[in-house]
């Protein structure tokens, strides 16, 4: 912490010596085949030495694409990079020979990439891959090299670096391969480390280790740091700085807490205020921007937030904004005119629409929609062994899992990549035919026959709503099969004027309805996945992280609309996520899972606030807030160790392995699921001795 | 990796089991009366006990497990049976043949393996770019051409530039392997061409698609020599599906050598296999087909093992 | 107050759909491939007007083996040993090519087709013995497998088409395709969309025709495209080597069998362009096909 406070006093400076990347007007294009796409238009930052910059942004606005720009690792065919200059340490990096930039690459800046599953050579041990760097440019023998890559991969956190330097890639998780790729960053000591999205294919306690040790080594090093992120929680645990990027531009820039205590770009309003926070209490809307950001083949004249601004004068769109000093702070930069107004109104400049303001409540006198008790759901994991002989196993994604959603409730799911969450929606759907457990809908037992019966009551969302829609089909198509199937609506014409309708009520336009699911953004694909599954005006939806594959602002509309056609329907939701402040946001009642059990279950301000499982305390403690002055101020565990296999499970509490309480009862059996308040259970060794 | 291999052998017996039953049953029992098509196809009328005479000393009158179990027996001492044609054993005619298609295989994939690499690098390294599309057409060229037709070129080329024929496999290569590579060089010429561009051509997409994996940019990334990243990095990862085309098209040309040895008038199984069917010798074909088989099981076992030596995430399959 | 639209994007013009206009921009060589095609199709379909000659007009008089044959205006490819002229036999040549190509890559593709997707669908054991079993055939090269057939199957002409010969070139592509269309199914049976048609309650035959096969039509099309030019190649193959179609029949192939070594200083024409004629077709069929893949489905892997 007082590393971080001397940072960003020494960011504050406006001394030139200790600059350590000056980038002026940097320009990307791609060549296209029907045109120039400008991917990063004319931006301008500085790096100083042993700083933590954050770049932000939504897909597709050209903070990756700059950040590889400054490697000069875009393809060189296709992407013509220009620049007044990209100034490192006084070398113009941007007009340097190849040769000569190649020779800082891994030397004096390195980079780590999002998907650490893909990143590193399949074909070439470990050590191999983290020696490279050491011999190509330190001159070290494979001796030597061997000798630091092992003091790296400790340093890094790899137990029995020694052990696992003969290994290769697919011998490592997720977590250990992004340790991995840092060491291969740090080999050489350099003075800069790009970071995109590292974290970003990884679980929230995963991602919590590797920014801690990231952050705790490049301090230790005086080691400078471009982090990509889309994650606001991240930028305001880590970052000294903030970049923030819409449409290829750098729109505002400062201070993490210039941006996140007096945001005065009106995106940057609309995006800080377009995330649940896992903080505040439940309820209210989010603010959304609305449409979607400008094509970049044929960028707008003007500001480019336009047409999305609340604020938006008739000059804006005639006049191209450039970052102005913004009043307070002379690091704070603003691309906008109207930013001293927006400074000063902040959120207020997006209407919320007050009237339903403040969470629906449910009414739990009655009995449950949906009762789920004892669900079991085993996988046999088989492999071949030979011509028809094979290994057969099981594993239990789902181990006795209960829970009831009422009519009108929402109850989230939330859990790490394995916990059981995805088996347990479609155990109910049964689209796999759950192991042993009942499952009572309206009173109606399900089973594979029964389960014919309440179809139509009982839908689905799913995450990715690039799959989700058949290719071959238009919208119409799409939405008029279940009606016609079903014979619910069995006039042509009327069936029309219904899918219209549920084009509207999802917010999209009737004329969608001749489309192919190709020719609609990824929110409009989620919105028409959700009119499909209205269609059939269903009691319960289950969404299966019907949010994650979107962006920010995109997340908050589809959010909104769930929530007003709860209130407006009726209907149940079972919301099924990692994201904890999502779904601490949008529901009545959260269950947290672990390794296919629950861990806790509780009504969400409860159980956010009082966590009583370490799991839940766990999960909660490494998921960032977006805003710097809390996040300074927090006191984190971070979770060790990472996810056991399910095929073989630990003993007793399946989470004692990494638990930080653990005693030795933990592992003699399964805790039982425990009341500790009205609506709140967890299961916990610990709990029973109280 | 020993107990990957000890696996990836042991699982060469059933298959071969399993291709011998079906090439048993196929020959067997499909065609009805083999001794009838092949007496009623060597022409004239022949009496119903001839017929039954000529099935009586074949021991076709056997019931089928008696002859099936014969069959089985008879193959693991290399026992296929004997030609219905010249009434030698099949082991034989095949055996005083196979050197030399073999011989001819392996050329072949000698120079389809130097023509390919280079033409398979350096369109993928040049793609989009005129060297590209003209070594693109080439290979489609190289799928689309008959190699028989091309020996015919050969052949003509041969006789307009040294006015005769070039001469044909007649010499062992122990012998005089010059004057033996010489007579070879045409026709695996003639079955190279296909050959190289197959291969070429899975290398240049191979290469495609390894270049844009993301552990090449993490390569050039770290400021790894750019010739490093593609051979270290690039090919090594490439090479894995090309071995396995290598390996396939070996496989598959011994039995594509067929058209090529009638034209060059070769005497190698290829011919022999034409011989066969032209003269209704089912044995023959019988011992030929289940030799093709074996030989392409084994060339799969070898690119396999390769495969897992080349590959870290299949050896260490448990 | 959900009737309030909340994309503020105003009505904007219908997304341009790839229309053949764009292939021929985008895929030159596929679109010179097809022109090529279609003009050899259109050929054989009119063979009787096109063509100069009748195929099997004999004029020993034009015959090399008397010194005549030289491609002239009468001639204008040459004739063969029989006086026969080259052109004409090489225009109705294209109708056996063409018709024993497409139906054989078309009844292979088909059923290969249908067993890939019902192992998809079957799985478990069924799914298993047929996976063995493609195993099995596909260590049969293609040429050994069709020539095995023509050994075993007695000669049937029906309307003077071979069954023959097409059977036996398409029964070595029934396990190619079976193979690539299962892992096609097996890879759409797993997407959320058809996971949505089933929590739908959808018929397990409505999901599989409506939502499986138009998505496997791709790989299908591609994929007989380049089988009708392997099975071209693989008609001259045969009918070279005397197994394939007979005299006579004009095939390409045929017209190269049984060419002496006399010939191929006398009467190279006799040579050069029925080979030329089988290489053009096959390669404007690999040409379509292979530009048909990276328009449809760049990761399709044969």
Not at chain 1, 225 to 247: E, F, K, R, W
Not at chain 3, 253 to 279: C, E, F, K
Request: aromatic content about 8%; some cysteine.
């Amino acid at each position: 912490m007082a590393v971080k406070k001397q940072n960003s006093k020494k960011a504050g400076r406006t001394v030139t010596e200790d600059v350590l990347l000056d980038v002026k007007n940097l320009r990307v294009e791609f060549k296209m085949k029907n045109g120039v796409v400008r991917a990063v238009d004319d931006i301008s930052y500085q790096v100083r030495k042993g700083e933590f910059l954050a770049v932000v942004g939504e897909s597709g606005c050209g903070k990756s694409v700059s950040a590889l720009s400054l490697m000069r690792l875009l393809p060189e065919k296709a992407a013509t990079i220009t620049a007044d200059h990209i100034l490192f340490d006084g070398i113009d990096i941007s007009s340097i020979p190849m040769s000569e930039m190649r020779k800082l690459r891994g030397r004096r800046i390195s980079m780590i990439f999002q998907e650490p599953m893909t990143s590193l050579n399949p074909v070439l041990t470990i050590g191999d891959q983290i020696c490279e760097p050491l011999i190509t440019h330190l001159g070290m023998s494979e001796e030597q090299a061997e000798v630091r890559a092992i003091e790296l991969m400790a340093m890094v956190g790899i137990p029995e670096p020694k052990n696992r330097l003969p290994q290769y890639p697919h011998q490592f998780s997720g977590g250990m391969r992004q340790r991995v790729m840092i060491a291969i960053g740090l080999a050489c000591e350099p003075d800069l480390i790009i970071a995109d999205e590292p974290t970003t294919a990884l679980d929230v306690t995963i991602q919590a280790q590797i920014l801690e040790l990231l952050k705790d080594i490049s301090q230790r090093l005086g080691i400078a740091v471009i982090m990509i992120t889309h994650n606001l929680g991240v930028v305001a645990a880590y970052a000294d700085n903030v970049n923030v990027m819409y449409a290829a531009q750098i729109i505002e820039k400062g201070t993490a807490s210039d941006i996140f205590a007096n945001p005065a770009h009106p995106y940057s309003i609309g995006l800080l205020r377009s995330v649940p926070r896992m903080d505040k209490p439940r309820g209210g809307r989010l603010a959304t921007i609305d449409g979607l950001p400008p094509n970049l083949m044929n960028p707008p004249s003007g500001c480019r937030f336009y047409a999305r601004c609340p604020m938006a004068q008739e000059s804006c769109a005639k006049t191209d904004q450039s970052l102005q000093e913004t009043k307070g702070s002379e690091m704070h930069q603003t691309a906008c005119y109207f930013s001293e107004k927006a400074l000063k109104e902040g959120a207020l400049i997006y209407e919320t629409d007050v009237s339903v303001q403040g969470s629906s409540t449910v009414d739990k006198s009655g009995e449950p929609l949906l009762s789920v008790s004892s669900l079991r759901q085993e996988f046999s994991v088989s492999f071949r062994t030979g011509w028809f002989s094979s290994y057969n196993g099981s594993v239990k994604a789902v181990d006795d899992v209960s829970f009831d959603i009422y009519p009108g409730e929402t109850v989230g799911l939330v859990g790490e990549s394995g916990c059981g969450k995805t088996s347990v929606g479609r155990a109910i759907l049964h689209l796999n035919d759950p192991t042993s457990g009942k499952i009572a809908f309206d009173n109606l037992s399900i089973n594979k026959k029964s389960i014919a019966l309440v179809r139509q009551d009982m839908q689905v969302i799913f995450q990715d709503p690039f799959s989700s829609l058949n290719p071959r089909m238009t919208i119409g198509e799409i939405l008029e099969e279940p009606l016609k199937v079903h014979n619910i609506e069995s006039d042509p014409e009327k069936r029309l004027q219904r899918i219209s309708e549920l084009l509207v009520k999802v917010g999209l336009y009737p004329y969608m309805s001749d489309r192919y699911p190709h020719e609609l953004s990824g929110g409009q694909r989620q919105r028409v996945g959700i009119a499909r599954a209205l269609s059939m005006e269903p009691k319960l939806i289950i969404c299966d992280e019907p949010v994650s594959a979107l962006d920010v602002s995109v997340q908050a509309q589809i959010i909104n609309l769930l929530e007003d056609l709860q209130r407006e329907l009726g209907i149940a939701y079972l919301f099924i996520a990692h994201d904890l402040a999502v779904v601490k946001h949008i529901s009545h009642k959260v269950v947290v899972m672990y390794l296919g059990q629950i861990m806790e279950v509780g009504e969400g301000d409860q159980l956010y606030g009082e966590p009583k499982h370490p799991y839940t305390q766990a999960l909660l403690d490494a998921a960032p807030i977006p805003d710097p002055e809390i996040e300074r101020k927090r006191k984190r565990s971070i979770l060790k160790g990472e996810l056991p296999s399910p095929i073989n499970p630990p003993n007793g509490c399946v989470f004692s392995t990494r638990c930080p309480k653990v005693v030795a009862a933990c592992t003699s059996g399964r805790p039982e699921l425990l009341r500790v308040g009205t609506e709140h259970m967890a299961s916990c060794v610990l709990l029973d001795e109280r | 990796m020993l107990q990957y291999a000890l696996r990836r052998i042991l699982l060469v017996f059933p298959t071969l089991f399993a291709v011998a039953v079906l090439v048993f049953l196929v020959l067997r029992v499909v065609p009805g009366d083999i001794v009838e098509i092949k007496m009623t196809a060597e022409g004239g009328i022949v009496s119903q006990e001839e017929i039954e005479r000529e099935r009586e000393r074949l021991g076709l009158n056997e019931p089928l497990y008696k002859q099936f179990f014969t069959y089985m027996i008879g193959l693991p001492r290399g026992d296929l049976g004997v030609s219905l044609w010249t009434e030698r054993p099949v082991s034989q005619e095949i055996g005083s043949r196979i050197a030399l298609s073999f011989e001819l295989a392996i050329l072949s994939t000698i120079l389809a393996v130097l023509i390919a690499f280079p033409l398979g690098t350096l369109s993928a390294l040049y793609r989009g770019t005129v060297l590209d599309y003209v070594i693109r057409i080439i290979t489609i060229g190289g799928i689309a051409v008959p190699s028989f037709w091309l020996g015919m070129l050969l052949i003509m080329f041969a006789i307009t530039f040294f006015g005769k024929l070039p001469p044909l496999g007649t010499v062992s290569i122990f012998d005089d392997p010059l004057t033996n590579l010489y007579q070879l060089i045409w026709p695996a010429l003639s079955v190279g061409y296909r050959y190289s561009s197959v291969v070429a051509r899975m290398l240049r997409s191979s290469i495609l698609e390894v270049l844009s994996e993301d552990y090449i940019r993490t390569a050039r990334a770290k400021g790894v020599f750019e010739r490093l990243v593609i051979v270290k990095h690039g090919m090594r990862n490439a090479l894995l599906p090309t071995v396995t085309v290598i390996g396939l098209e070996f496989a598959f040309l011994l039995g594509g050598l067929v058209v090529t040895e009638s034209v060059f008038n070769l005497n190698g199984i290829g011919k022999l296999f034409v011989d066969s069917v032209v003269r209704n010798d089912l044995n023959l074909l019988q011992g030929l087909v289940l030799t093709v088989a074996t030989c392409f099981v084994f060339v799969n076992l070898i690119v396999d093992l390769l495969y897992a030596a080349l590959d870290p995430r299949i050896r260490y399959q448990k | 107050m959900t009737t309030k639209i909340q994309t503020n994007e105003k009505m904007v013009e219908k997304p341009k759909r790839r229309t053949i206009g764009d292939f021929i921009k985008q895929q030159p060589l596929g679109f010179i491939g097809i022109v090529m095609i279609i003009i050899m199709f259109l050929a054989a379909v009119f063979a009787p007007y096109v063509a100069p000659y009748d195929p099997t007009d004999i004029d020993f008089m034009a015959s090399p083996a008397l010194g005549g044959g030289q491609p002239s205006i009468e001639h204008p490819l040459g004739a063969d040993a029989f006086g026969r002229d080259i052109l004409s036999r090489l225009i109705f040549g294209a109708r056996t090519a063409l018709s024993i190509g497409f139906f054989s890559a078309f009844i292979g593709c088909s059923i290969g087709a249908i067993i890939g997707t019902a192992s998809a669908f079957f799985g478990g054991k069924v799914d298993l013995l047929i996976q063995r079993f493609i195993d099995l055939m596909l260590s049969f090269p293609i040429i050994v497998l069709a020539i095995v057939v023509i050994a075993i199957f007695p000669k049937t002409v029906i309307f003077g088409i071979d069954v023959n010969v097409i059977v036996a070139i398409a029964i070595p592509f029934i396990p190619k395709t079976a193979r690539v269309i299962r892992s096609q199914a097996l890879a759409i049976v797993t997407l959320p969309y058809v996971d949505a048609a089933r929590a739908n309650g959808f018929s397990a035959k409505r999901i599989i025709f409506r939502h499986v096969l138009p998505n496997v039509t791709a790989p299908f099309l591609i994929m007989m495209t380049a089988f009708i030019g392997q099975a071209i190649l693989l008609e001259a193959s045969l009918s070279y080597l005397g197994l394939g179609v007979v005299e006579p029949t004009p095939s390409w192939g045929l017209m190269l069998a049984g060419v002496n070594a006399d010939y191929y200083r006398s009467a190279p024409w006799m040579i050069l362009y029925p080979g030329v004629a089988v290489s053009v077709a096959v390669f404007s069929f690999n040409l379509f096909g292979d530009s048909l893949r990276d328009w449809l489905d760049p990761k399709l892997k044969l």
